[in-house]
Nanobody, 115 residues
Framework: QVHVVESGGGLVQAGGSLSLSCTVS????????MGWYRQAPGKSREWVGG????????FYTDSVKGRFTISRDNAKDTVYLQMNSLKPEDTAVYYC????????WGQGTQVTVSS
């Protein structure tokens, strides 16, 4: 059974930073491309960015380019989302996805950015 668990959410003022972590257990981490998604109240879930299995290629949606950085540590079965220069519109529940033959989602972690 594969488990995906996010951590690190919280409340931060606009312009601040937060770092999210996502740990995968029960599977072979290097088999998964990893993605971060978010869902704001009343909106559909949107893709934030992702990283390939090796950690060498990262991808971002335009709205977070230059502010967010995704990295992974394959020795720790963990992917990270470093969020800088946060804006109120970044407020959402952030989800981690382990994508492979099957997709596995975490339960989400709340990020709230106050103005």
């Amino acid at each position: 059974q594969v488990h995906v668990v996010e951590s690190g959410g919280g409340l931060v003022q606009a312009g601040g930073s937060l770092s999210l972590s996502c740990t995968v257990s029960g599977g072979t981490f290097t088999n998964y491309r990893m993605g971060w998604y978010r869902q704001a109240p009343g909106k559909s879930r949107e893709w934030v960015g992702g990283v390939d299995e090796s950690g060498q290629k990262t991808f971002y949606t335009d709205s977070v380019k230059g502010r967010f950085t995704i990295s992974r540590d394959n020795a720790k079965d963990t992917v990270y989302l470093q969020m800088n220069s946060l804006k109120p519109e970044d407020t959402a529940v952030y989800y981690c996805l382990a994508g492979g033959e099957r997709d596995y989602w975490g339960q989400g972690t709340q990020v709230t950015v106050s103005s």
